[in-house]
């Protein structure tokens, strides 16, 4: 069933589009059942469960960190993970550059920025953004190489539509103001299971799919692993 999923994701989607296989609260057995399908990319929310995982599976798999990132929990995956999206603050960036430069790495980031209405979702605004790039050369250990963000939950596909396209404006307007030279700035985070078909309209890069690959997750799960 996972595969067939899996086909049927990947086959609605652009080349060009990456997907990452959302995997958070699902067993091992699920994650290898994607990965004898093709999948190679795995999004984690969780950094024990996700250093578990890491540990425990084939090592050619690429481990993304999609959770609120909490700072003394980034020394479980900084030194294997592909790319952290949800930084949320310069003290946040600060932090991973940190434990990046101690774990002898450049880690690239997306920045959060907050695209829906509703007030529980973090991110950065743009003028906090802006700030922050301003000091960017101080933090070597990482490499900022694009935006993520989370549309409202509604079935408004039009209101959910205009909060991905605003996203892709703020990319837009980092990449000429800050990235205009740098070829890496080219990610753009947004879409899941139920919104990924509107991310992808308005210009998504990555999408991050999890239970229409995987099914519901078991939300016991979820509240054991906070
Ligand atoms: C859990 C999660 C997803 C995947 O959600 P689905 O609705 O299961 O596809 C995507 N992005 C983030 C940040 C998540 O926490």
Known sequence: MIKDNLDSVKSSLPSGV?????????????LLE????????????????????HEALPKDIEWHFIGHIQSKQIKYYI???TLIHGVDSAAHLADIDRAAAK?????????????????????????EAE????????????????????????PDTEQVRS??????????TLKQRWFAADEAFKE?????????????AEGSTIV??????FGARNYQKIAENK
Do not use: C, W
Not at 34 to 50: C, R, S
Not at 132 to 149: E, F, I, Q, S, T
Not at 163 to 172: A, C, G
Not at 188 to 200: F, K, P, T, W
């Open 79 to 81: 030194d294997f993970v």
């Open 18 to 30: 990456k997907l990452v296989a959302v995997s958070k609260t699902k067993p091992l057995e699920d």
């Open 34 to 53: 994607a990965y004898d399908a093709g999948q190679k990319a795995f999004g984690e929310n969780y950094p024990l469960e996700l250093r578990d995982k």
């Open 103 to 127: 774990a002898g790495r450049v880690v690239d980031v997306l920045l959060e920025f907050h695209i829906a209405t509703e007030e529980t979702k973090s991110g950065f605004t743009m003028a």
């Open 163 to 172: 909060e991905f396209r605003k996203l892709h404006s703020i990319f837009d």
């Open 131 to 154: 700030e922050m790039l301003a000091g960017l050369k101080d933090y070597p250990n990482v490499r900022v190489v694009g935006v993520m963000g989370m549309a409202t939950n509604t």
């Open 188 to 200: 753009l985070s947004m879409g899941m299971s139920h919104d990924y078909a509107e991310a992808v």
């Open 208 to 213: 991050r799919v999890g239970s229409k690959i």
